[in-house]
Structure formats: C-alpha cells, structure tokens
C-alpha cells in the first residue's frame, strides 16, 4: 500500500446535529453504515486517499484530511479553531427535516468567518432514504445554485452519493490549486 499523493486537503463536513455528518464520513472512509454512532465531541477527523483522473492517460493521488465537526450548539465556541486552514468543505443537511436546510445559511457564515474567506463547498441533502422526506430536490438545487456549490443527494445508509461528494470536491480543490500555482 502506497502513502505517496499529490494533493493533501483539509476538508470540514459540516451541518445541524444528526445530519449525519459522523455516518457520511464513516461511509466514504470505512464503506459502512452503523447506527450505534457516538454523538461527535468536539471533532474528529479521517484519512482518505482519492485518485482524481486529469485526462485520459493521467489521475492524481489526493489525500484528503476530512473534519468531522460537531453540529451541536455547546460546541459552537470550538468549531472555529477546527475550522482553521480547511481547502474546503462539505455542508450537510438532513431531507426530513427542514429546520436543518432552513439554517444552512448560518453554517455558511461561520465557517467563512472562521476561514478568512470563501472556500469551495458541496451542498449535501442526506438522507433521501427515508419515506419522509420534506425539503424537496428543487428547494436544495436552488440554494446550491445560489452560492455557486455543486448540489448531491446521499444516503448514508444505502450509500447513495457518498463517493460523489468527496470526487467532486478533491476535483475542485485539484483544480483550484493547479491554477493558483
Ligand atoms: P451527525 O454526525 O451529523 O450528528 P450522525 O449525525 O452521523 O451521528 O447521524 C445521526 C443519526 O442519523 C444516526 O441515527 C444515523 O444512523 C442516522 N443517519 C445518518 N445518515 C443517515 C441516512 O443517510 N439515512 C438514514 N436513514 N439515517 C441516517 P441514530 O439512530 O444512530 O442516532
Ligand atoms: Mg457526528
């Protein structure tokens, strides 16, 4: 197994408390879905290597250092400082309930805050597994549009969407960097 890559990025996954954020996170990296998740204390983070194709006959190795941040208000005084250096990030919302895309917005604002400035982000609408649903696809592509961020739906339950959003973003980043330098 080779640790070598080309790319590393911090990546925050960020959201309301039981979004899912710890279920998305434990998909991409570990490929499961449990349902026994201790609820996230303060922070915590996960490796994973991405290979993100270039062209036809090319891909490059991107390491991503995914933050996984508790959504919980008695955290909010610690969230900045793990916010910190992040390349990019990875908003989460939960489809049954709306108060949790209703404030999206205020999760967008801290984490700018926090950074310095804007950062390339995915917006999530999880849980689409669920019969419940109620923040429909249009309302989330709208919001997504508005800010200039790509819009996927997931379930980290049946897997739906996870790879995607972690390839969408290291491809943004990759290319981000590439221009920079
Ligand atoms: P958080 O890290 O954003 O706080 P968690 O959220 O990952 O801890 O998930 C909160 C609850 O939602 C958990 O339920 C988890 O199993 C469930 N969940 C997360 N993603 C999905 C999904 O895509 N579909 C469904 N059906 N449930 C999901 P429990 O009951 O374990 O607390
Ligand atoms: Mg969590």
Known sequence: ?????????????????????????????HGFFRTDYKTTIGSQFAVKNIDIRTSASESVT???????????????????????GSSGGVLVYDV?????FIVLEEWLEELFKAVGKKIPLVLVANKTDLPDRVVEPSEGKEFAEKHNMPYIESSAKTGEGIVDIFDNLGRTLVQKRSHEN
């Open 1 to 29: 197994m080779s640790s070598s890559y080309d790319f590393l990025f911090k990546v925050v996954v960020l959201g309301e408390g039981a979004v899912g954020k710890t279920a998305v996170v434990t998909r991409f990296s």
């Open 62 to 84: 991107v390491k991503l250092q995914i933050w996984d941040v508790a959504g919980q208000s008695r955290f909010q005084i610690l969230r900045p400082m793990y916010y910190r």
């Open 96 to 100: 049954s309930r709306r108060r949790t």
